[in-house]
């Protein structure tokens, strides 16, 4: 549940600083409105997410902007949404509220939207075969099946709830953008993950003694994982595993939706597994699916290996 006081504060941080521009930088009310309606986005995510301005971070700000995409916004839009971000910190570091900008090393967006970066199939593999040493690394490799399996965006795995799993059905309710609810499904492979991992959670928690709120995923203190953990653990194992591409838990997601439409799934099907309001957020794997398409037939057609 959010915290009603980190509510409050983000307001009246956001109030203050339409104020600001209003009285003393002498905006324009259109102006002044504009910012409004582009900053209750940042407010949105704060809330969705339980932080406080003061507790944001880059890795939420990267999240933040990852979803504008996922959105299917103009360049224009997100360019602009962003700006107003650094200029809301800017005042928020001058008065002393904050002690760093977490847009600052978010990269406005380009013209052209980037294809994108996605996992082979052996990659994978070699991701969900990492031995399983302590508890850890059984977590690690649970949330890396989750992802996988899911789909999921990042925020929707580390607020995961053991009451919304279904083993029956394999399947998981979540709740998405918008707070829209769909369900996703688990392998064969994450579901028995998860039915390892789970008595091993309650062994954490046990010996924390902590409370248990439910979220699946846990660090071995018997706490839901912070996102610039979750980082942290992709990082690691970028560079334990020598993989020399981008990988990060949206990578993951871009590669779900690949893999499925390389093995024919309907792109239909891919937007509500994934919880795209619009089919063309979706439509950005079709790009990666059509270079595949066109090795097959270049590998299969009978003229298409010779050189004419």
């Known amino acids: 549940m959010a915290d009603g006081g980190k509510q409050i504060r983000n307001r009246a941080y956001i109030d203050g600083f339409l104020t600001y521009l209003s009285k003393v930088q002498g905006y324009s009310e259109k102006t002044v409105i504009s910012y409004a309606h582009d900053l209750k986005r940042l407010e949105d995510f704060l809330i969705s997410h339980d932080l406080s301005v003061t507790e944001m971070v880059y890795e939420d700000a990267r999240e933040f902007t990852s979803a504008l995409y996922d959105e299917n916004l103009s360049h224009a839009s997100i360019n602009r ?6 200029t809301f910190f800017r005042h928020l570091l001058e008065d002393g509220v904050v002690t760093a900008d977490p847009f600052k090393r978010v990269s406005s967006a380009k013209n052209t939207r980037k294809i994108p ?27 890396f099946n989750l992802f996988y399996s899911t789909g999921c965006r990042l925020s929707e795995i580390v607020g995961m709830k053991i009451g919304d799993i279904d083993f029956e059905k394999r399947r998981i309710s979540v709740i998405g953008k918008g707070n829209k609810q769909r369900f996703v499904f688990l392998t064969k492979r994450a579901a028995a993950c998860l039915e390892e991992y789970l008595p091993e959670r ?23 994982l912070p996102l610039s953990t979750v980082h942290s653990i ?15 838990p949206h990578v993951f997601r871009h590669s779900f939706a690949t893999h499925l439409l390389d093995n024919d799934s309907d792109i239909r099907v891919v937007q509500v597994l994934l919880g795209h309001e619009s089919i063309g957020t979706t439509q950005i794997y079709t790009h990666v699916t059509g270079k595949r398409l066109e090795e097959v037939y270049r590998k299969s057609h009978p003229h298409g290996r010779k050189t004419e």
Do not use: C, H
Not at 118 to 139: F, G, H, W
Not at 202 to 224: H, M, W
Not at 234 to 248: H, S
């Open 81 to 86: 949404i962003l700006s107003g971000n650094r």
């Open 117 to 143: 970066t996605v996992l082979a199939r052996e990659e994978i593999e070699k991701i969900l075969s990492i031995p399983v040493e302590d508890y850890t690394s059984l977590m690690e490799l649970t949330m």
């Open 202 to 224: 309650a062994r954490v928690l046990e010996q924390t003694r902590k409370p248990d709120d439910g979220t699946v995923l846990i660090n071995a203190k018997g706490n839901q």
């Open 234 to 248: 992709f990082d690691k194992y970028r560079l334990r595993l020598g993989l020399t591409k981008k990988f990060t």
